[in-house]
């Protein structure tokens, strides 16, 4: 049988009632607007689906009224068991976003109620509280969304939460997880995810991703990740350290990535277990802070070959209080640039080198161009990532104005961003 | 038997004798610079050393004096059998270079003539003519180097280099290697070649990368490619097309990557085989085509969450002529940047967009904000690396004063930076 757009419908699964409108589907698939304005999405060839209404008349099937098994709306953020406390915090994204059906593109509109009601496996792992932070798209934010965002986390956490999820999109996540990393000291975890594909594609990971985001968030890894897809496949996420993920690939589903570091662990789909690969803070071991400081004229400047020095005058001379170059290999500049570093630091402008390799360590003691980049104040990012630099700059800056005390910041580990090298 | 820097010592290796003084070695190793001044290293359980002189002081041994066996440097860079005839234009680079021993940092010191010296097995593959385009370190190159680097390139063709193989600094090999494709329509393979160690590092990945090249060289493949190790042992080089290519690690051999494609090929080191995985243009398939032109100012920005827009003015009004930007996952910037991509647009000024995962595709055509960027005049990269769409930019304003037909260019595939998408 099929359904048109407006057909009112009831829909079983696993003995509970779903009623709603019909939503434009992909084949195969039904999605329905309920009553509550959450949205479903269903397998045509798992679930019964009764016509209600023709777009408007009604059928024989009738209005469900309350009688029999009970519509999904009345179940959901409730469960009979004792269960872990988690708010889910949304932020936007593609996790929560569908098409616009009026533009064809995709836009961001759904909040953590949406998530719940579209995964109701989820009620099973938590109690969940949901949250509305903000709706835009992830490269909207700036460092106060993620102000606005840790001040919202640090207010669940001390009202009793056990975990936090933040829905994010994907594009900028991995900046945000290293802002709450170097925001919030967290006796909790505090999980980011999103999706990579939208919730009316079949090939949407926005459900196994929050699935795997619970369960971390219900963990004792208190630390903030990244959770997302592990592979191709739904077979594990993987639990990235909030300073060491990087958004690998434009559109896969596994394009997070840890980066200098292995993964702090895995989710696996299919048994719900974790298993963590390296040491990480545990639930309960550091006490609740919060340095919400940041400071947002920073910048992230990338060299490449003949390019001018005069973008680090521009900086300098715009009133911006600390630079991260993204050089090449070992973390080199043309000779060129290396006045203008000089000038820099001479203004107490800190400047961070990282490399445009990604891979690797920043090491400015073999060529003399890196001894000349030393010399001139530069300081060595180590491992550290182009993009979780600047974060940690824009963070460093918000808590001293001291340029001495925050250069003294800058070469440490602060939140795992930076790790040991064998050679140190 | 122990050796001290400054003795005079002869080596013997297979049939070859070897005079020269003692400079510092790793342990099990010896590294002598000979009377040619070139460097030679030898592993010592692999070859007889006799003591001439004790630091300045005569021993039994002696001088050769040119008798018995030839020394090395007779030997080189002829060979009785008629072969291909390849140029090795050295650029500079650590492929090149050694440890400055006053300052203990290395510096790029040596000549192809060098090379040849250091590698022996170099003569059984091709005749070799060496020329010095530059000596310094990569990060200094700039578009007048690449020009000057294929300007020479093209003297050697044009002489009848059968091969040509470019010796460069791993650091911005890559922005090389894509202004040699553009640049230059090839007959012959033009193979850019470097090292991630010094020569006089046992780990050295000189001599292997060196013959690999060779190999490549006077194969069948007239692409610019660059041949590097593909992994950490010494198996295999990889053969990458000089479009599709990004270093992505600082200091690992196998830190060359083919991005968004497979590489052309490899070489297999033991059997000096080459075996190719995708389509490449053959030898003599072309005619030699050389379009030097090349515009230096461009930029390439990368985008960061709440970065200000003002930096696209700063480019606008300083007089550049093109801009990429580094976007977040399909292609995004902050909605705020939209009116200034309009304004550069608007100032005949083509901005790329290109995005930061390195991996995957553009496109602006799913979220809001992508669409909104193509409405302002936007050009996805589609899958062309933030690195290589810089120096297509370059080239093309290098090529054309036209803005439209500028833009017609940057949106086709010119050489290999853009691969052919399923979707469209």
Redesign the interface.
Same mark, same amino acid.
């Given at each position: 049988m099929e359904f048109k757009q407006g057909d009112r419908v009831r829909i079983e699964k696993n003995g509970t009632v779903y009623e709603g409108k019909v939503m434009p589907s992909m084949e195969g698939y039904i999605t329905i607007k309920m009553n509550s304005g959450y949205n479903a999405g269903f397998s045509m060839d798992k679930v019964k689906i009764t016509l209600l209404e023709n777009n408007g008349k009604n059928t024989n099937g009738g209005r469900n009224g309350g009688k029999g098994p009970k519509t999904a709306g009345e179940e959901i953020q409730k469960s009979g068991k004792k269960l872990p406390k988690v708010a889910i915090l949304s932020t936007g994204g593609t996790i929560a976003s569908k098409i616009?059906y009026r533009?064809g593109?995709?836009?961001s509109q759904f909040t953590a109620d949406d998530i719940l009601a579209a995964i109701p496996e989820l009620r099973e792992i938590a109690d969940f509280k949901g949250r509305v932070i903000s709706s835009i798209?992830?490269?909207? !934010?700036?460092?106060?969304?993620w102000q606005n965002l840790a001040r919202a986390i640090v207010e669940e956490i001390e009202a009793g939460a056990d975990g936090i999820i933040v829905t994010h999109?994907?594009?900028?996540m991995m900046?945000?997880a290293a802002a709450l990393s170097f925001m919030i000291e967290t006796p909790v975890p505090i999980v980011i995810v999103g999706s990579q594909r939208s919730a009316d594609r079949p090939s949407s990971d926005n459900a196994m991703n929050a699935i795997c985001a619970a369960l971390v968030a219900i963990s004792d890894i208190a630390e903030v990740s990244v959770v997302m897809h592990g592979t191709t496949s739904d077979d594990f996420c993987e639990i990235h350290r909030g300073t060491k993920v990087r958004? !690998?690939?434009?559109?896969?589903r596994d394009?997070f990535k840890s980066i200098n570091s292995r993964p702090i662990g895995i989710v696996d789909y299919n048994t719900r277990e974790i298993k963590t690969f390296i040491d990480y803070i545990k639930r309960g071991e550091r006490p609740l802070k919060f340095k919400p400081g940041m400071e /947002?004229k920073c910048?992230?400047?990338?060299?490449? /070959?003949?390019?001018g020095p005069?973008?680090l005058d521009?900086y300098i001379d715009?009133g911006y209080r600390g630079l991260v170059l993204?050089?090449?290999?070992?973390?080199?500049?043309?000779?060129?640039w290396i006045p203008k570093i000089r000038k820099a630091t001479d203004a107490k402008m800190p400047v961070i080198v990282t490399?445009? *390799?990604?891979?690797?360590?920043? *090491?400015d003691?073999?060529?003399?161009?890196?001894?000349d980049m030393l010399k001139a104040g530069a300081i060595e990012g180590e491992d550290t990532l182009p993009?979780i630099a600047?974060v940690k700059l824009m963070w460093v800056l918000g808590q001293t104005d001291e340029f001495d005390e925050a250069v003294k910041m800058l070469r440490e580990d602060l939140s795992g961003e930076i790790t040991k090298c064998c050679f140190k």
């Open positions: 616009d533009t593109a995709v836009t798209l992830s490269e909207n !934010m700036d460092s106060e969304s999109g994907t594009d900028t900046y945000t958004k !690998m690939h434009t559109s896969r394009a /947002p910048a992230l400047v990338k060299f490449t /070959p003949g390019s005069e973008i521009h715009s993204e050089g090449t290999g070992l973390g080199h500049v043309s000779t060129k490399s445009q *390799c990604i891979n690797g360590r920043i *090491c003691r073999v060529y003399d161009t890196g001894r993009e600047l």
